[in-house]
């Protein structure tokens, strides 16, 4: 049984976050699927809280035998929620949120979280664009050096305009289910993040089964896609062999 990668993109993304760890993944033999979740990509349709986005990524589950389940940001609370499935044999949380059901990714480890020194960050709230169907965009001149603050210019020039809004209530629902606390899992702190907190990182990593850091922003599949893409090859060469 052949193992697949299946990436879920974090909040404001689409599947074409992971255009350049694709073709790495496909370079070195592993099959991978790049989901747009509800609202993205060329289905269209409507934008979907998290319990929606876990839905129908449980459908392209569905769809597999055996996978290594990424998420990014918002998407690790997605991949929290849908990743009991039976075809799922190992979690990778990129700067992701293994939350509880009693926790959001607004409100993650919230007692810890209280104690962290955010002097000198920006605040991606700053630049939230409110929408009048209850969506919210960002602001580029925000967007920019939170998200992507290790990338090139024309690198983020070319993300900033794929940004679409997002549900803000997705960001403050809970997950029904912890799948963290029934799957292997991996968590990948990046430790130049200037959009979730790379202590609150370090705090969530404890919930998973090994923790990776890197010295990355936010979005090391776009500035350091071969970095992604290794440790990815790496995990499914694991699960292939039954580790």
Not at 3 to 25: E, F, I, N
Not at 39 to 52: F, I, Q, T, V
Not at 170 to 197: F, G
Request: negative net charge.
């Amino acid at each position: 049984m052949s193992t697949t990668v299946v990436l879920v993109p974090g909040a404001w993304h689409g599947a074409w976050a992971w255009d350049r760890v694709t073709p790495l993944l496909t370079a070195a033999g592993v099959s991978s699927v790049a989901v747009d979740l509800p609202g993205r990509g060329p289905g269209g349709g409507r934008l979907g809280g998290l319990h929606a986005d876990s839905a129908a990524l449980t459908l392209e589950l569905d769809r597999q035998d055996s996978v290594v389940l990424v998420g990014h940001s918002y998407g690790g609370a997605v991949i929290t929620e849908a990743g009991d499935h039976p075809a799922v044999a190992h979690l990778v949380y990129l700067a992701g949120f293994p939350i509880r059901p009693d926790e959001s990714c607004a409100q993650a480890a919230p007692a810890e979280a209280d104690e962290l020194d955010t002097r000198g960050r920006t605040d991606l709230g700053s630049g939230f664009v409110p929408g009048a169907d209850g969506t919210v965009s960002l602001d580029p001149a925000v967007a920019k050096p939170c998200l992507y603050n290790d990338c090139d210019e024309t690198t983020a020039q070319w993300a900033l305009e794929r940004l679409g809004p997002q549900r803000l209530t997705s960001l403050s629902d809970s997950p029904t289910r912890a799948a963290w606390r029934t799957r292997p899992s991996t968590y990948v702190v990046c430790a130049a993040d200037l959009t979730v907190h790379p202590d609150l990182q370090r705090i969530l990593a404890r919930r998973c089964g090994s923790t990776v850091e890197w010295p990355t922003g936010h979005s090391p599949f776009l500035s350091e896609p071969q970095r992604v893409a290794d440790l990815l090859v790496s995990i499914v060469g694991l699960v292939d062999q039954g580790v």
